[in-house]
């Protein structure tokens, strides 16, 4: 096992009409980051858009804990737009998002933060994927896909869990992706254009057990093609 040298980290988790989930999620990260001895950290939920109360439960464990901080959106941007909140939000110079569904155990941090001097970038990819057959199918030829027009050369693309710099966020061109699809492939493909290297760790993936997962539809998907050949020629 590597050692982990981070100091102060960044953590923000997407969420949208998360309430059933969020609090449990939020505890189990203040809970693992206490024990890694780190300078100073942040817990930030970027509630987007909610209509149920996932932004009220944020509030309440921010009025008792400093390190929780909510960013509210009021409308429903995206998945992709979700992102961009906590990546260009972020204070710190270690960023790690995941998704807050808990289908991650946030406690396999440690993972990234071990190979954060070794990357500017760390992806998990999922093992045991517990997704149903058709989501599976899908990320299996999205991946494919990016691989093979962007050259991001990862196992799991869009894979909720990972490690970026900021130096990254704050030297590529500026994210342009609100589609939950694209946002990923777009991150690694400019990252690897700028130089930075992008190292994969497995993480475990579990059954959701509350609330709703939102998937994309075939006009969804369509466009979200449309966008990756876009990006391959911006990039070219």
Not at 77 to 106: H, P
Not at 169 to 193: D, Q
Request: positive net charge; hydrophobic residues 40%.
């Amino acid at each position: 096992m590597d050692k982990v040298n981070v100091k102060n980290l960044s953590v923000f988790f997407p969420a949208y009409n998360e309430e059933e989930n969020i609090r449990v999620m939020v505890e189990k990260a203040l809970l693992v980051l206490k024990t890694l001895k780190l300078n100073d950290y942040e817990v930030m939920v970027v509630n987007d858009g909610s209509t149920d109360g996932t932004a009220k439960v944020v509030e309440g464990l921010a009025k008792r804990d400093r390190h929780v901080r909510l960013i509210n959106r009021t409308q429903n941007g995206g998945y992709g737009e979700a992102l961009k909140c906590g990546l260009y939000g972020a204070r710190f110079e270690n960023i790690v998002y995941t998704d807050s569904d808990l289908q991650f155990d946030f406690s396999e941090v440690t993972k990234f933060l071990e190979k954060s001097e070794k990357a500017d970038i760390v992806v998990g990819f999922r093992i045991n994927r517990s997704d149903p057959p058709v989501r599976i199918i899908i990320g299996w030829v999205w991946t494919m896909l990016a691989n093979a027009l962007l050259g991001v050369g990862v196992k799991d693309v869009d894979c909720g869990f990972k490690l970026v710099k900021k130096k990254v966020i704050e030297t590529i061109p500026k994210l342009e992706s609100s589609r939950g699809g694209m946002i990923s492939p777009e991150l690694l493909a400019k990252a690897k254009k700028y130089g930075f290297k992008i190292i994969e760790v497995g993480v475990y993936h579990h059954p959701r057990q509350a609330g709703r997962q939102t998937g994309a539809d075939l006009q969804v998907m369509i466009r979200s093609f449309a966008d990756l050949l876009k990006l391959w020629w911006q990039l070219r």
